[in-house]
């Protein structure tokens, strides 16, 4: 890692992540492989301006699918990192704001 922009990759925007915005105060992110709590927790402080409670980490498996000419296992899809980030109450991120 060269700087904290490289840890977060992009924000997830799904129908989970948007209840756990608007009712648990938490934002998920995809970030580099090899990021670490205190990494992410530096990086969403410093970019966003914001205090960070808690930092939980999720390795997602590669997606996996048979070939249906030769029947061999082939990877589709990597592997992906994401954080939940846990804000204090009466934070927000100002990239989601439209999301809610």
């Known amino acids: 890692m060269t ?8 924000p997830v925007v799904t129908e989970k992540s948007n209840y756990q915005m608007s009712e648990l105060n938490q934002y998920t992110f995809v970030v580099s492989n090899d990021a670490t709590k ?11 301006d914001v205090d960070v409670v808690r930092v939980n980490i999720i390795k997602t498996a590669a997606k996996r699918t048979v070939q249906a000419r030769s029947r061999r296992m082939a990877v589709r899809k990597s592997g992906v990192k994401k954080a939940i980030i846990t804000l204090i109450d009466g934070d927000s991120l100002p990239i989601f704001e439209g999301v809610q």
């Open 38 to 48: 205190t990494m992410v927790k530096e990086a969403v402080e410093t970019i966003f």
């Open 3 to 10: 700087t904290i922009y490289d840890v977060l990759r992009r």
